[in-house]
């Protein structure tokens, strides 16, 4: 069975400050892809990054960093220098390799205070 | 260009009634995914579709749920007598093909409230 695990129910943090959204996730395939979707007040869920198993490579998009280690079955998610804007349920999510409905995480609440 | 639309975007019903909820996918993709959202949950997959077919309809949760996509393009999920516990926001994606590489995109969803 697949499950994704995102730990801290609800962040609130000061603008400018850096903030880390933890996701530990299970599975038993080798070949699978995480993901990180954004879901802003406003409710529609926004896809910000897909990762695959073999690929373990860090990414950085402008002020948005994710840490894939598959040793600890972690795809972690740092905002730097967070704004008001980053305030939204942040979910991690898992599929397998031709079964590719989504498995979410229950998801992170950021807040950012200005 | 457009993003996938849902309509209603709110449903109030009462218990025991019948409910459709509809999902228009961004034009050209072959994949449709219907998503339940409760309250301070994760989305939780119910059906996805590969042009007119259920691909795989193992998260609907009993008999009283269905869904359709009959052109492949729209769908429609019918809810039968409805329970208080189906109140949720019921959430559609689509994607260029069923594969994993690409993107599920989401519509705004319907809020469902079963009174």
């Known amino acids: 069975a697949q499950k994704v695990t995102q730990a801290q129910t609800e962040i609130s943090v000061v603008e400018k400050e850096d903030v880390t959204l933890d996701c530990v996730y299970e599975?038993?395939?080798?070949?699978?892809?995480l993901f990180w979707y954004k879901q802003p007040p406003s409710g529609e869920l926004v896809f910000l990054i897909r990762?695959?198993?073999?690929?373990?490579q860090n990414e950085i998009s402008g002020r948005y960093s994710w840490n894939f280690q598959k040793s600890t079955s972690s795809f972690n998610f740092t905002i730097t220098a967070s704004q008001v804007v980053d305030s939204a349920v942040y979910f991690c999510?898992?599929?397998?390799?031709?079964?590719?409905?989504?498995?979410f995480g229950k998801g992170t609440r950021l807040s950012v205070i200005a | 260009g457009a993003g996938v639309s849902q309509t209603p975007s709110n449903k109030v019903t009462e218990k025991g009634k019948y409910v459709e909820l509809r999902c228009d996918p961004i034009?050209?993709?072959?994949?449709l995914y219907w998503y339940r959202q409760s309250l301070g949950q994760g989305p939780e997959f119910l059906i996805y579709?590969?042009?007119?077919?259920?691909?795989?309809d193992s998260g609907l949760p009993n008999d009283r749920f269905f869904a359709v996509r009959p052109e492949g393009s729209v769908s429609t999920l019918k809810i039968q007598r409805t329970e208080r516990g189906d109140s949720a926001v019921y959430l559609c994606?689509?994607?260029?093909?069923?594969?994993?590489?690409?993107?599920?995109?989401f519509g705004p969803g319907t809020r469902l409230t079963v009174l």
């Open positions: 994606a689509s994607s260029r093909t069923a594969q994993p590489t690409d993107t599920q995109y």
């Open positions: 999510a898992l599929s397998r390799t031709g079964n590719t409905p989504l498995v």
């Open positions: 990762r695959n198993s073999f690929d373990e």
């Open positions: 034009s050209g993709h072959t994949a």
């Open positions: 599975t038993r395939d080798t070949t699978y892809y």
């Open positions: 579709f590969q042009g007119t077919g259920a691909a795989d």
